[in-house]
């Protein structure tokens, strides 16, 4: 594979070149990413915003996500860090299983309605329909305190929001310019990762209000719950502005009604598999996002149990959820760095060439420093995962939107989105068998840092053959 590299001239960014991987020039491309990045996203964000659709869509996606960071802290409160409970990898990946994996049934379907109905009509509707589970799972915590009912509640809205996520990937190139898309892929997800953080900062502070300052009966992970479902309002508030027919899709006149689609779901999904099959850039990038998605989950799960079991006092819940909090509000710096990083180091090396760099760097800081397993260690790590993160998605969300025909695209992102799931919760169901009670396990580390490594290998060897594309330029 060869990769593309601007040679750099007077105004720090110029014209493309095309490097070799193995040699010299591909190190020196990677260092010489800095000098361009901040220029290139400060100017492409500039023109972004200056397009009043871009700017609908984005309000949208940043006001739905500040609400899941509010929404997560009160959760990961009730269900990990209580008092009364004292998780192990096991039940980790049980709540992740019960959260994640029902979307996995769902996207077939979701899909159907991505490809057919206004994209607009359903992020407006899914977007009032999740403030319902939210709001009775609040109810639920107040008055029954059923945890079976509560799994319920919670379970339909994260069902919801990951087919809002998909229609919100599947809507963006209505909105930029597919030479925008790198750019417009760092800005939306990772901003949109950004207002996750400042919601999660949000509902760690206020879960430290003294309980005499909070109105009579009112359970601090209850109001938590509460805003989340104002914040899901104002978001369909938002969607509402955008026209009905503006985010596609782009319409088949040969495509059945939804009725009949529903019933042949299992064909149309095979449909789309025969088109990810069509298009090889897309399909290994699939491949790549659920390698990494799998070593991702892995050391997820690994770092909540380290602090909640073995950085504190497994009894000491509130300093367990605020160490978990600055890990990742770290790790949400990587992603910011990400977005920062990523349009001027894929316009030098192509998006291949710096998802090979992201693997790489995951798997060097995997081992060192994580494998000190101090806090300060920890924190390094999840910045380096985190930009390694977010860096491979920004790159696999573009080669995919640019390799699939609109016609196709919702059902090849709900399919994106439940390899995304599947995943990450089988990494969890294979902590539970492999990580000990405090996550700290020499093994697994070297496991997590070799497969990084491997993936990197395979995706080398398997687009190294590939033409350099303009397409995503």
């Given at each position: 594979m060869t990769v593309r590299r601007n040679a750099t001239g007077r105004g720090g960014c110029s014209a493309n070149q095309l490097v070799d991987p193995a040699s010299e020039g591909f190190l020196v491309s990677v260092s010489q990413t800095a000098d361009c990045a901040v220029m290139t996203f400060v100017r492409g964000l500039v023109t972004l915003l200056a397009n009043r659709r871009f700017r609908q869509l984005f309000a949208v996606r940043v006001t739905g996500q500040s609400a899941d960071g509010i929404f997560q802290v009160g959760l990961a409160s009730y269900l990990l860090?209580?008092?009364?409970?004292?998780?192990?990898?096991?039940?980790?990946?049980?709540?992740?299983?019960?959260?994640?994996?029902?979307?996995?049934?769902?996207?077939?379907?979701?899909?159907?309605?991505?490809?057919?109905?206004?994209?607009?009509?359903?992020?407006?509707?899914?977007?009032?329909?999740?403030?319902?589970?939210?709001?009775?799972?609040?109810?639920?915590?107040?008055?029954?305190?059923?945890?079976?009912?509560?799994?319920?509640?919670?379970?339909?809205?994260?069902?919801?929001?990951r087919f809002l996520l998909a229609g919100l990937s599947a809507a963006l190139p209505h909105v930029v310019e597919t030479r925008q898309l790198v750019l417009a892929n760092s800005i939306v997800p990772t901003s949109g990762t950004l207002a996750f953080m400042i919601g999660l900062g949000v509902g760690s502070s206020l879960r430290l209000v003294p309980p005499e300052l909070l109105p009579s009966d009112l359970n601090a992970n209850v109001g938590l719950l509460l805003m989340a479902a104002a914040g899901y309002g104002l978001a369909a508030v938002l969607t509402w502005r955008i026209p009905r027919h503006?985010?596609?899709?782009d319409l088949d006149p040969a495509r059945p009604a939804v009725a009949e689609?529903?019933?042949?779901?299992?064909?149309?999904?095979?449909?789309?598999?025969?088109?990810?099959?069509?298009?090889?850039?897309?399909?290994?990038?699939l491949g790549v996002i659920a390698a990494h998605r799998f070593f991702y989950g892995l050391s997820t799960v690994a770092t909540i149990l380290l602090y909640r079991n073995y950085f504190n006092d497994p009894d000491d819940v509130e300093a367990g959820l605020?160490?978990?909090?600055?890990?990742?509000?770290?790790?949400?710096?990587?992603?910011?760095?990400?977005?920062?990083?990523?349009?001027?180091?894929?316009?030098?090396?192509?998006?291949?060439?710096?998802?090979l760099v992201l693997l790489s760097l995951a798997a060097v800081f995997e081992v060192f420093p994580g494998a000190l397993y101090t806090e300060p260690s920890l924190l390094v790590a999840a910045f380096v995962l985190g930009l390694s993160s977010q860096g491979v998605k920004i790159c696999?969300?573009?080669?995919?939107?640019?390799?699939?025909?609109?016609?196709?695209?919702?059902?090849?992102?709900?399919?994106?989105d439940v390899v995304f799931n599947v995943v990450f919760v089988a990494a969890a169901a294979v902590g539970a068998l492999a990580l000990p009670a405090d996550g700290k396990s020499y093994a697994v580390l070297a496991a997590i840092a070799l497969g990084y490594a491997a993936t990197a290998f395979l995706y080398f060897l398997a687009t190294r053959a590939d033409p350099p594309s303009e397409a995503y330029g």
């Amino acid at each position: 594979m060869t990769v593309r590299r601007n040679a750099t001239g007077r105004g720090g960014c110029s014209a493309n070149q095309l490097v070799d991987p193995a040699s010299e020039g591909f190190l020196v491309s990677v260092s010489q990413t800095a000098d361009c990045a901040v220029m290139t996203f400060v100017r492409g964000l500039v023109t972004l915003l200056a397009n009043r659709r871009f700017r609908q869509l984005f309000a949208v996606r940043v006001t739905g996500q500040s609400a899941d960071g509010i929404f997560q802290v009160g959760l990961a409160s009730y269900l990990l860090f209580s008092p009364e409970r004292q998780p192990d990898a096991a039940s980790i990946a049980a709540v992740l299983a019960t959260l994640l994996l029902p979307f996995s049934v769902l996207g077939p379907f979701t899909g159907v309605f991505l490809d057919r109905w206004s994209r607009r009509q359903v992020l407006l509707i899914a977007n009032l329909v999740r403030v319902v589970p939210v709001t009775a799972a609040a109810g639920l915590i107040t008055w029954i305190e059923e945890e079976a009912l509560v799994f319920a509640a919670v379970l339909v809205a994260f069902s919801i929001n990951r087919f809002l996520l998909a229609g919100l990937s599947a809507a963006l190139p209505h909105v930029v310019e597919t030479r925008q898309l790198v750019l417009a892929n760092s800005i939306v997800p990772t901003s949109g990762t950004l207002a996750f953080m400042i919601g999660l900062g949000v509902g760690s502070s206020l879960r430290l209000v003294p309980p005499e300052l909070l109105p009579s009966d009112l359970n601090a992970n209850v109001g938590l719950l509460l805003m989340a479902a104002a914040g899901y309002g104002l978001a369909a508030v938002l969607t509402w502005r955008i026209p009905r027919h503006l985010l596609g899709p782009d319409l088949d006149p040969a495509r059945p009604a939804v009725a009949e689609a529903l019933s042949r779901v299992g064909r149309g999904l095979m449909a789309g598999l025969q088109h990810l099959r069509e298009r090889p850039v897309a399909a290994k990038a699939l491949g790549v996002i659920a390698a990494h998605r799998f070593f991702y989950g892995l050391s997820t799960v690994a770092t909540i149990l380290l602090y909640r079991n073995y950085f504190n006092d497994p009894d000491d819940v509130e300093a367990g959820l605020a160490g978990l909090s600055v890990a990742v509000l770290v790790s949400g710096a990587g992603f910011l760095f990400a977005a920062v990083v990523t349009p001027a180091a894929t316009d030098r090396l192509s998006p291949p060439g710096w998802i090979l760099v992201l693997l790489s760097l995951a798997a060097v800081f995997e081992v060192f420093p994580g494998a000190l397993y101090t806090e300060p260690s920890l924190l390094v790590a999840a910045f380096v995962l985190g930009l390694s993160s977010q860096g491979v998605k920004i790159c696999v969300d573009t080669l995919v939107q640019t390799s699939v025909e609109d016609a196709f695209r919702g059902r090849v992102f709900s399919v994106y989105d439940v390899v995304f799931n599947v995943v990450f919760v089988a990494a969890a169901a294979v902590g539970a068998l492999a990580l000990p009670a405090d996550g700290k396990s020499y093994a697994v580390l070297a496991a997590i840092a070799l497969g990084y490594a491997a993936t990197a290998f395979l995706y080398f060897l398997a687009t190294r053959a590939d033409p350099p594309s303009e397409a995503y330029g």
